[in-house]
């Protein structure tokens, strides 16, 4: 060891091209003070046509500069991560920690099993010790379907296992790995190519039957007597009577210290774990962080490893090298004892390549890597590595060192029935009664971001936290594949970081002296993301119903006050184009990105707001909506063209085409008045020229929407109910602007 030991296992990089971008930021600012001073040396008197409208632009500016430099604290500076897993090997080849991985599932049908296996396939077969190795499915629906599903792909592990180490597959979720060999280069780098092709064959015809019976059972929706009666685990749902009401039913389906569970090959397994927590009608079951709190528990007194990863059900290990790259944070003699966990971007793997939906492709690569700076990473609920200690509260002092190191502790084996039988209780509706569970420990309740507010909480005692981002992404998951669910989502998401505000762990006045003011800027970006509504709701309206009036809001051409807002407004839009295809994406995907951006701001930021106020007053209860997974072939069919799906009716539809219309409507009324006006031409340009490209702008992103009201025949488009109901209101919003002031 010697010299070799003091090698750190991590390296930090900076950002290169920061002075240039601080220059740009520092011109941005400047025009935005620009222009909050021709506001308020402007200000019409009262009385005035324009005095509502002015101000409220003026209110929506001041809103806007502000969000803006609190996003710059996750720009101004960024870290980039590097591992060196060679120098882990060497020193801690042997005592590398037990790792426990939990898979959260709630629902066989919006979450099918064979996806679900996939991920839990694709996280045993991880280049690691394998009786270091635990994975815990949670079914919090306790479906059988899922069960059989696990005891099948349990099966299926002890020839995929082998398989990925004798030629080092990747990925190792045999469904990718499948169709990534179907364009065949991965076998042909390959030396013993023939060897390889034929067992690829075997192995594909293994999974082939596993996907058949368990597609079978699915499409029955239940699994057949015959099977029932070969497996006694079964005999658990004797007592079940529906997913809210039912015992707790844990099975540990491979028992990796068993010395008969042996792969083909005869090498150990991982441990393998069902569990599906009692659930009864008049307990509160707190979602997914309910689940994860039980399996903390229940995996503490089976396998107990050191490092806990979790992972959503749709998301597979595309990276089987992941732990080794999260040990090495955790590992690391200089800095590691401080780091409480190592998050991974998520990522996804069914995205088209213009994103209509949008991804999170700037937050995982620009964002991140600037919270990162301040090791402030957002714990995100999945793809994330923790410490068992830290996630139960364990709070951070100075000169402490966790201890990592594994114990073998095969030797204390109780029965596995007894054991199992003893570990019920754990997983109870009442075992957290009068306990810190929810609250000091484990993960947080009664937030609707759960992973986000106890990543925070994890921070305010003192730790660090790592963003750990390579090249070749550890983890893909699914993103939403119609409008509905990303803005459903992003509802969620800006609703439980209004409630972190609120809270009593808010960055604002908990946080002042925890962590540092980036890092609380940081936090504050997203979690100011709903307040952003009524600026961006103010800036879709009124300059196109002003428009209408025939009453400029913003500078005339010809002056000089132009000048900050064309700045202002372009330097931001080519900053973004520039920073997203940087990221790797497409001209169009960034225009896609631009939709989905004023879309949710409209919508689900706006419900986010009214349902944390409403709830915040004392009313009614938020409810997690979890987003369908797969969805029928039309939808995919049209999501691979890239046509968006609307649908259905929703509040936010309704919402979303009446300021599409409303726009269209003043613009046209607009262009009507303006030929057969009084004025002229020139004279209208120049004193409505921004508000005439804002309101063209607003248009031409809504062009898909327009097509789905009138144009479209297919499933996808809006309905004629939607169409009548926002022709109405953006009708009499036009009418009302008649009267406006
Ligand atoms: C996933 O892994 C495969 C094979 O290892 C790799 O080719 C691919 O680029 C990875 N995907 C992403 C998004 O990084
Ligand atoms: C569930 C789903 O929609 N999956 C799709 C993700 O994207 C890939 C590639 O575009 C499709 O093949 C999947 O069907």
Not at 269 to 288: G, M
Not at 495 to 514: A, D, F, M, P, T
Request: hydrophobic share 40%.
């Amino acid at each position: 060891m010697g010299e070799e030991r003091h090698l750190p296992l991590f390296e930090t990089t900076r950002a290169k091209g920061i002075v240039l971008y601080r220059l740009f930021a520092v011109s941005i600012f400047v025009g935005i003070c620009l222009i909050w001073v021709y506001r308020a040396i402007h200000i019409p008197n009262a009385g005035e046509d324009g005095r509502f409208g002015w101000m409220s632009l003026f209110a929506a500016e001041l809103w806007f500069g502000f969000y803006w430099f609190v996003t710059q604290a996750s720009r101004w500076s960024r870290v980039y991560r590097h591992t060196f897993k060679d120098r882990l090997s060497e020193r801690y080849e042997n005592v590398l920690p037990g790792v426990d991985i939990f898979v959260c599932t709630a629902d066989p049908i919006i979450e099918p099993p064979m996806m679900v296996m996939n991920t839990v396939l694709s996280v045993m077969a991880y280049d690691y010790p394998p009786e270091k190795l635990s994975v815990y499915l949670s079914d919090d629906c306790g479906s059988q379907l899922t069960y059989y599903a696990l005891l099948e792909a349990a099966e299926f592990a002890k020839s995929w296992i082998p398989y990925c180490k004798k030629y080092s597959v990747e990925p190792r979720s045999p469904a990718a790995y499948f169709v990534s060999t179907a364009s065949d280069a991965v076998v042909d780098q390959s030396q013993n190519r023939n060897h390889q092709f034929g067992d690829l064959a075997l192995i594909k015809k293994l999974y082939d039957d596993m996907e058949s019976k368990i597609e079978n059972a699915v499409k029955l929706g239940r699994v057949s007597e015959e099977v029932r009666s070969k497996h006694k685990g079964f005999s658990q749902w004797d007592s079940y009577s529906s997913k809210h009401d039912h015992d707790t039913i844990l099975q540990i389906v491979i028992d990796g210290k068993d010395p008969n569970a042996r792969d083909v090959e005869g090498c150990v397994l991982p441990t393998l774990v069902y569990l599906s927590r009692e659930k009864r009608p008049q307990y509160h079951h707190n979602f997914k962080a309910g689940a994860m709190n039980a399996l903390i528990r229940v995996s503490s007194r089976i396998s107990n490893g050191k490092l806990l990863l979790n992972v959503d059900c749709d998301m597979y290990s595309n990276n089987s090298m992941a732990i080794r790259d999260a040990l090495c944070f955790l590992l690391d003699e200089e800095q590691g004892h401080e780091i409480a966990f190592v998050q991974f971007p998520q990522n996804f793997h069914n995205l088209t390549k213009n994103e209509l939906y949008a991804s999170l492709l700037v937050i995982s690569e620009v964002e991140a890597h600037g919270l990162d700076n301040y090791w402030g990473t957002l714990y995100i609920g999945t793809g994330c590595f923790h410490r068992r200690e830290t996630l139960c509260g364990k709070k951070f002092s100075k000169g402490y060192k966790i201890e990592m190191k594994w114990e073998d502790k095969s030797g204390e084996n109780i029965g596995i029935h007894e054991l199992e039988e003893s570990l019920k209780s754990l997983a109870s509706c009442t075992f957290e009664e009068n306990t810190q569970w929810g609250k000091e420990m484990g993960l947080k309740y009664g937030c609707a971001v759960e992973d986000v507010i106890t990543g925070l909480a994890i921070q305010y005692r003192g730790w660090k936290s790592v963003n750990c981002n390579p090249t070749r992404k550890a983890f893909l998951g699914l993103n939403a594949t119609t409008l509905l669910q990303i803005l459903v989502q992003h509802k969620r998401w800006a609703e439980g970081n209004l409630q972190i505000l609120l809270s009593k762990y808010s960055v604002l006045w908990y946080g002042h002296g925890k962590i540092s003011l980036g890092h609380q800027l940081g936090y504050l970006r997203f979690n100011l993301w709903a307040v952003n509504c009524w600026p961006t709701l103010i800036y879709s309206i009124l300059p196109s119903l002003y428009l209408l009036r025939g009453t400029s809001l913003f500078p005339q051409v010809s002056s000089a006050w132009i000048i900050p807002f064309a700045y202002v407004m372009t330097a931001k839009q080519i900053g973004s184009l520039v920073e997203y295809m940087w990221c790797g994406g497409t001209i169009l995907g960034w225009w896609n990105d631009q939709r989905i951006w004023l879309y949710q701001r409209t919508t689900s930021y706006l419900f986010a707001f009214i349902d944390t106020i409403v709830h915040y007053l004392g009313y009614t209860d938020s409810a997690f909506v979890i987003t369908a997974k797969v969805a029928d072939e039309d939808v995919s069919e049209r999501y691979e063209k890239e046509i968006m799906e609307f649908g259905g009716s929703s509040p936010m539809f309704t919402l979303l085409a009446t300021l599409a219309l409303l726009n269209l409507y003043c613009f046209a009324g607009f262009v009507k008045t303006a030929i057969t006006g009084t004025k002229g031409i020139a004279e209208v340009y120049d004193t409505m020229c921004l508000q005439i490209l804002l309101c063209v702008v607003l248009i031409f992103i809504n062009l898909p929407l327009y097509e789905a009201l009138y144009l479209r025949k297919d499933k996808g488009k809006l309905p004629s109910s939607v169409a009548f109901k926002s022709m109405a209101f953006a009708g009499f919003a036009c009418i009302c602007s008649k009267f406006m002031y």
